[in-house]
């Protein structure tokens, strides 16, 4: 059947590009690669949550959930372990814009980029055999 599989890539306009790829090298934890941006290969998220690793798609009535940014979108970063990536990010002087929130499918934590985007941090929780 042909149909969509999965979400190919996220691509950003930036006022400082510089400014946005190293901020986004402390976020992710890693340098971009030689075309300039991050590769993330769907079987490492599958390998650590089996059952909870996806890429959500979802159209959103307008409401307050993407604020403090006026931007119509966020993005959401999948992580392996969320208090590990808020402390090394800590470290690095990013801070969380809101408290963490933790939930049957995950646990959350959301910063702002430098171009005023709300990134989502997202931790995965393996659904219980029921």
Not at 93 to 120: C, H, N, T
């Amino acid at each position: 059947m042909a149909k969509v599989i999965g979400l190919g890539g996220i691509f950003i306009q930036c006022a400082d590009v510089a400014a946005t790829k190293e901020w986004y090298k402390k976020v992710i934890g890693d340098a971009p690669g030689e075309y300039g941006g991050w590769s993330f290969v769907q079987s490492d998220a599958a390998k650590a949550f089996p059952k909870g690793a996806q890429s959500i798609f979802a159209p959103f009535e307008k409401s307050d959930y993407f604020k403090p940014s006026e931007l119509p979108f966020m993005i959401n970063l999948m992580v392996d372990d969320l208090e590990g990536v808020l402390k090394r990010l800590e470290a690095e002087g990013i801070e969380q814009i809101q408290p963490s929130e933790s939930y049957e499918y995950g646990k959350f934590a959301w910063l702002m980029d430098p171009d005023g985007r709300k990134v989502e941090l997202w931790e995965p929780v393996e659904p219980s055999e029921t």
